[in-house]
């Protein structure tokens, strides 16, 4: 199976503050994906990463960075976090190659901006 | 990426089978219908994909008319724990070097089980 662990699933911090988000995943999947999901708004993509220190910006970057020093890691950092930040955060990770391959999601940080 | 219709709840009783339509006419030749579900406060739970051909696995079969409008998610029977929202997307493959990758959930279909 596979799985797809994300460090927190809950998280307080304070308006300015630098906030790190980790990922990983255990399948060796080529790409991994930051979403974020809010009431009314589904899941929106933030960034994903098709390759090592490869990244791609997805519909909502501003606000967010990403980093993949490893395959199996990915990482959002939130460079200043405000309160309309307040959101699930969902990372995922799929085989690349372009044959259809599912996204797997891990479950998710609960993100509280004050 | 095609749109899809789901209906915005059901019920089933535990032990039947759980039978989700979902409509998505105006997909795309080489759009892939895949099926997810959450149960609240965790991720989106991957079930089953295909292309044209109906597929099963451990936890489901998916079937796709012949002409790809629409799709049935079938649960063959149905538990308390299957109670979720159970979503229907269609997708493009992600292409190596960086398409985007928009998932669009949409609303989806809650399904409750019930005793």
């Known amino acids: 199976d596979v799985k797809v662990t994300q460090s927190s699933r809950y998280l307080v911090k304070r308006t300015g503050e630098k906030v790190f988000l980790e990922c990983v995943q255990d399948?060796?999947?080529?790409?991994m994906f930051w979403y974020r999901q809010d009431p009314g708004l589904g899941l929106r993509l933030i960034y994903f990463?098709?390759?090592?220190?490869?990244?791609e910006k997805g519909d909502i970057p501003e606000g967010y960075s990403v980093s993949r020093e490893k395959k199996e890691r990915f990482s959002l950092i939130l460079e200043s976090a405000s309160t309309n930040q307040t959101s699930m955060y969902l990372c995922?990770?799929?085989?690349?190659?372009?044959?259809?391959?599912?996204?797997?999601f891990g479950n998710g940080t609960r993100l509280t901006v004050t | 990426d095609a749109k899809t219709t789901q209906p915005t709840s059901m019920d089933c009783a535990e032990g039947r089978a759980a039978n989700l339509p979902c409509n998505h006419s105006t997909i795309s030749g080489n759009e892939y219908v895949y099926w997810y579900r959450q149960i609240h406060s965790q991720g989106p739970q991957y079930i089953i994909h295909g292309l044209k051909n109906n597929e099963t696995n451990e936890m489901a079969s998916l079937i796709i008319t012949e002409d790809r409008k629409s799709s049935t998610l079938i649960l063959p029977h149905a538990t308390l724990r299957d109670t979720a929202v159970y979503y229907c997307i269609v997708r493009a493959s992600l292409r190596y070097g960086g398409a985007t990758n928009k998932l669009i959930f949409g609303t989806g279909t809650l399904l409750a089980v019930q005793p």
């Open positions: 399948m060796d999947h080529e790409n």
């Open positions: 990463s098709y390759d090592v220190k490869m990244k």
């Open positions: 995922a990770s799929s085989l690349g190659g372009g044959r259809g391959s599912p996204l797997h």
